[in-house]
T-cell receptor, first 113, second 111 residues
Framework: IAGITQAPTSQILAAGRRMTLRCTQDMRHNAMYWYRQDLGLGLRLIHYSNTAGTTGKGEVPDGYSVSRANTDDFPLTLASAVPSQTSVYFC????????????FGPGTRLTVL | DAKTTQPPSMDCAEGRAANLPCNHS???????VYWYRQIHSQGPQYIIHGLKNNETNEMASLIITEDRKSSTLILPHATLRDTAVYYCIVRVGGSQGNLIFGKGTKLSVKP
């Protein structure tokens, strides 16, 4: 692994289903972030983690949960998907939470029907 | 974070310099200027940042005016692969939390 990876690349999901988007980085970065990107709205922060074992809410956290059991992984879970969660999801990481050079993953395109 | 203003779109001929402007007239003394870009369907990519001095790296140069109210990102020899949306972000150095991406400038490099 080099950098930050996300899985799956894309997914079509029925409304009401549970889904976990995976994010892994091998840069030993302390801070990690989940953004969603919607046309006309730009990137919006969903949740973040300043260090392993801690998480925080971003601008649009409702309907999403995260965990940070270790430094490398930061999964995003949709407990019961709704169509408004159709979006492109980007995971990012930075050396620490005060470091504004963020590295982004390739994204997951999620469609909720 | 100070508000930024960028033109919605620009064109540039391949091989020529691309100069992307950003206005940040309300910037405060401890705020840095960051530039990211997003190539279609990919995640954003960090390019460069600066406080008040001009900066250069392998990707681009950043020119910040003396009063710091505006800046210009320069891609010295634009290629077709530089076609992307470029975001100018102003942020307090060392501050925590997410980056706020505006609408950016859609740069189209044409052959």
């Amino acid at each position: 692994i080099a950098g930050i990876t996300q899985a799956p690349t894309s997914q079509i999901l029925a409304a009401g289903r549970r889904m976990t988007l995976r994010c892994t980085q091998d840069m030993r970065h302390n801070a990690m972030y989940w953004y969603r990107q919607d046309l006309g709205l730009g990137l919006r922060l969903i949740h973040y983690s300043n260090t392993a074992g801690t998480t925080g809410k971003g601008e649009v956290p409702d309907g999403y949960s995260v965990s940070r059991a270790n430094t490398d992984d930061f999964p995003l879970t949709l407990a019961s998907a709704v169509p408004s969660q159709t979006s492109v999801y980007f995971c990012a990481s930075s050396r620490d939470s005060s470091y504004n050079e963020q590295f982004f993953g390739p994204g997951t395109r999620l469609t909720v029907l | 974070d100070a508000k930024t203003t960028q033109p919605p779109s620009m064109d540039c001929a391949e091989g020529r310099a691309a100069n992307l402007p950003c206005n940040h007239s309300t910037i405060s003394g401890n705020e840095y200027v960051y530039w990211y870009r997003q190539i279609h369907s990919q995640g954003p990519q960090y390019i460069i940042h600066g406080l008040k001095n001009n900066e250069t790296n392998e990707m681009a140069s950043l020119i910040i005016t003396e009063d710091r109210k505006s800046s210009t990102l320069i891609l010295p020899h634009a290629t077709l692969r530089d076609t992307a949306v470029y975001y100018c972000i102003v942020r307090v150095g060392g501050s925590q939390g997410n980056l706020i991406f505006g609408k950016g400038t859609k740069l189209s490099v044409k052959p």
